[in-house]
């Protein structure tokens, strides 16, 4: 009896233990386990997959369940059919040295894909090169154990989306172009399914984004307001997506990443961007795809974390400096409880100035801590099913009026700069070496001043100088850089780096006008080089015809630059004495830390056409 009573006992003690172990199990599962929903970290610069194979142990420290990573060779762009044809072997080469990214906890990495675009929709030997290019990729995914492939449809080069601007809109009517565009989205999706047939294809924005312009219910007034908008258009989007949609197999996922989600401010932002995105979208979809549609579609969400925290550039961020520390924490957790509650997996973070896997910002980097402290907060929340129990609405609508109103008096303080040029008697020779008589005999222009919205003075000097003759416009910049082993240069994103950033005002265009159209240039002390036509801070749909000369030399102490532009090529008419040029000189020091000046002085960004300076052109011996 005692024998018998000593088993009860024992298997009492261990169907307890068990059940202890069981519910202590149940607390040890993860937020993503018990929820399905996943943070996925995408900086400015995303890793290299070779970065991530050699520091995932590190990376795991941080609270994500993935990060977005580009290939080093081709940068992802795979629309860029040239670039692919003179570096086949060295793009692809790439890929066979790829190994599994073994993680318990970031496992759902993606590879980046981009829109700029070379190629010719029409030309099978363009999509031939674009196909085997996307193939790379999909298997470079597959290779390092990716989810899938993030696709980000913004071109950041020439837009493959704008119908009147493709080589054949003259001869080829926008039906033929959508039909053409569409078999290229099956083509597109055939390739990537080829290598990754289970891939998941995370758009930073798709359907959502006509939506946006027009949900008009006749499609021909939807297509004619798609293609007449002003700028950034994407009517050939949407039969692109079709395309892939139509081709999708069934292990197939696309994700609608909610780019529109950056500066949403209240619950009802995020519950309607989710109804767009699974219902309203379909306003776009073909009837004989809606059911595929409603299979394969899900619903993402997006964090801007330098915008939240008011570090970035642009709009947004000034908005957030205008709240107080403690409103811009409570924006973050705000937008991240909202952001994972309508979201069907996926919420990515995008940073510019704040980046999680290295230690480049001291001074922003540790935000990173306190951040993570309330990710897990707000983790905790959904999982114990808690509410926030606060808005948001109020706060940044009387941030975004006071952004209003400080931009307003900076714009009333800021006086344009005037100068004059004189014509040379002889052209420069483009070296980038400074030494020609001509910058000793001719003065140069006032130093460069920090940004209006930048107190203080420039902790490196910059200065440049502004020449003409029958043919060209002439600009000399002289850089100095106290720190040049610290100097960071990036040749792809090369905005992203240290560079020179010069704009000027198209002929005919109203000058100080926030709407004028204007040639925008960079160039980094590599030579590398970036042009495009802009009208106040978005690309326009002119395309940019000027073939202007630069170099660079580098020293101990920083760097020079000289660039010609043809007048010709730039739409000006013969130049004299006499003429006024509108136009500003900047540059982005990237050593240290970032630090933005310019001639004329911006009030907080690089495009601000009404801020230009004027050059007005002078007679040869004239000073």
């Not at 008009?216 to 039969?239: G, I, S, W």
Request: with cysteine.
């Amino acid at each position: 009896m005692h024998k018998k009573l000593l088993f009860l006992a024992l298997l009492s003690v261990l169907w307890w233990s068990a059940g202890q172990a069981s519910r202590a199990q149940e607390n040890e599962k993860t937020f993503s386990q018990v929820t399905g929903k996943k943070l996925l970290e995408y900086t400015w610069g995303p890793p290299r997959p070779e970065f991530v194979m050699e520091n995932i142990r590190e990376m795991e420290k941080w609270p994500f369940e993935g990060t977005i990573m580009r290939p080093f060779f081709g940068s992802g762009q795979v629309f860029n059919s040239e670039v692919f044809a003179k570096h086949t072997q060295l793009i692809s080469s790439q890929f066979d040295k790829y190994k599994p990214i073994e993680s318990s906890k970031l496992t759902d990495n993606f590879m980046a894909m981009y829109a700029a675009s070379t190629m010719d929709w029409f030309s099978d030997d363009d999509w031939k090169l674009v196909s085997e290019h996307t193939r790379l990729v999909a298997k470079g995914a597959r290779l390092t154990n990716c989810a899938g492939i993030m696709f980000d449809p913004e071109p950041y080069g020439f837009n493959p989306w704008i119908y009147k601007n493709q080589k054949h809109a003259k001869e080829k009517s926008l039906e033929e172009y959508i039909a053409k565009v569409r078999q290229r989205g099956r083509e597109f999706m055939n390739a990537i399914q080829s290598e990754f047939p289970n891939a998941k294809i995370l758009f930073f924005f798709y359907y959502q984004q006509a939506y946006h312009a027009s949900s008009h219910p006749d499609q021909k007034v939807r297509e004619a307001t798609l293609a007449n908008l002003p700028r950034n258009d994407y009517l050939l989007l949407m039969p692109f997506v079709n395309g892939m949609l139509e081709a999708a197999m069934d292990g197939i996922r696309l994700i609608d990443g909610n780019e529109h989600a950056y500066s949403n401010s209240s619950a009802e932002d995020f519950y309607r961007q989710y109804w767009v995105m699974h219902k309203g979208a379909q306003i776009y979809v073909p009837a004989e795809l809606k059911q595929k549609f409603i299979e394969h579609n899900r619903a993402a969400n997006s964090l801007y974390i330098d915008g939240l925290m008011g570090v970035g550039l642009g709009d947004m961020p000034t908005w957030a400096r205008e709240m107080t520390e403690e409103e811009r924490w409570k924006w973050f957790e705000h937008n991240l409880h909202y952001a994972l509650k309508t979201t069907d997996e996926y919420v990515w973070f995008y940073g510019e100035k704040i980046t999680w896997w290295t230690e480049g910002n001291a001074e922003l980097n540790p935000k990173r801590g306190q951040m993570t402290e309330v990710i897990n907060k707000v983790k905790k929340q959904l999982m114990n099913d808690e509410k926030l129990g606060y808005t948001m609405k109020e706060t940044v609508q009387e941030a975004r009026q006071k952004a209003e109103g400080r931009k307003a008096s900076l714009a009333a303080k800021i006086k344009p700069k005037t100068a004059t040029a004189a014509k040379l008697q002889t052209p420069l020779t483009i070296d980038g070496q400074l030494g020609e008589a001509a910058y000793q005999e001719l003065p140069w222009l006032d130093e460069f001043v920090n940004f209006a919205d930048t107190p203080g003075k420039p902790t490196a000097s910059t200065r440049a100088w502004v020449g003409y003759d029958d043919e060209n416009l002439y600009l000399a910049f002289q850089s100095n850089e106290p720190q040049m082993a610290s100097l960071v240069v990036h040749d792809n994103d090369i905005w992203m780096g240290e560079t020179i950033d010069f704009s000027i005002l198209l002929p005919g265009e109203l000058p100080r006008s926030h709407n004028s159209k204007y040639f925008h240039l960079i160039l980094n002390p590599n030579n590398k080089r970036y042009n495009r036509i802009q009208q106040g801070t978005l690309d326009t749909d002119d395309e940019f015809k000027v073939n202007w000369k630069s170099a660079v030399a580098k020293n101990a102490t920083g760097w020079t630059a000289e660039i010609a532009l043809p007048w010709k090529e730039m739409g000006f008419g013969p130049m004299a004495a006499g003429k006024k040029v509108h136009l500003n000189l900047a540059r982005h020091r990237k050593a240290s830390a970032n630090e933005f000046t310019s001639w004329s002085q911006y009030a907080h960004r690089f495009q601000e056409p009404e801020n230009f300076g004027v050059i007005e052109l002078k007679a040869a011996g004239d000073r």
